[in-house]
């Protein structure tokens, strides 16, 4: 079975999965929260594979900077196969749609906002680290 075949199986149950070879890490946390929390643990995430319920240009971007080779969403929005196919990551997925919506319904979500007319991949990092850090804030 592939790394992505993988990912996939160990995502019941859980909001994302990785895999290489033997190697799975899985978390629970929703949001693009535990993708951050992988580049920041230190993890040399290069050629895994991840699957993820959700997955905006936001998170794309974090697949991007942690060299993610392949990526299964349930829900995937057009701005993040841009950004997938822009870095030759492939992707495969349920639904697709638009945009990815705030967990309350009524907007953009948060991330994806941040990230909206951003093309550069450490630039995209910080600024979603700070509206992270501020939503924790507020």
């Known amino acids: 079975m592939s790394d992505l075949e993988n990912a996939k199986i160990a995502l019941n149950g ?21 993708m ?13 594979s991840v ?4 997955v905006g240009k936001a998170v794309a971007m974090l697949y991007v900077k942690a060299g993610i080779v392949a990526v299964y969403a349930k829900t995937i929005s057009k701005p993040a196969i841009q950004v997938l196919k822009n870095n030759h990551i492939s992707f495969y997925y349920d639904i697709l749609t638009d945009k990815i919506i705030n967990r309350k319904g009524n907007d ?24 992270l850090k501020q939503l924790k804030n507020n």
């Open 51 to 54: 699957a993820d319920l959700i």
């Open 14 to 34: 859980h909001t994302i999965a990785l895999c290489k070879g033997d190697k799975i890490l899985t978390s629970d946390k929703k949001g693009i929260t535990p």
């Open 108 to 131: 953009l979500c948060p991330m994806e906002k941040v990230v909206l007319d951003i093309d550069n991949v450490d630039t995209a990092y910080h600024l979603i680290k700070n509206k």
């Open 36 to 48: 951050v929390e992988f580049i920041d643990s230190g993890i040399n995430l290069k050629g895994y």
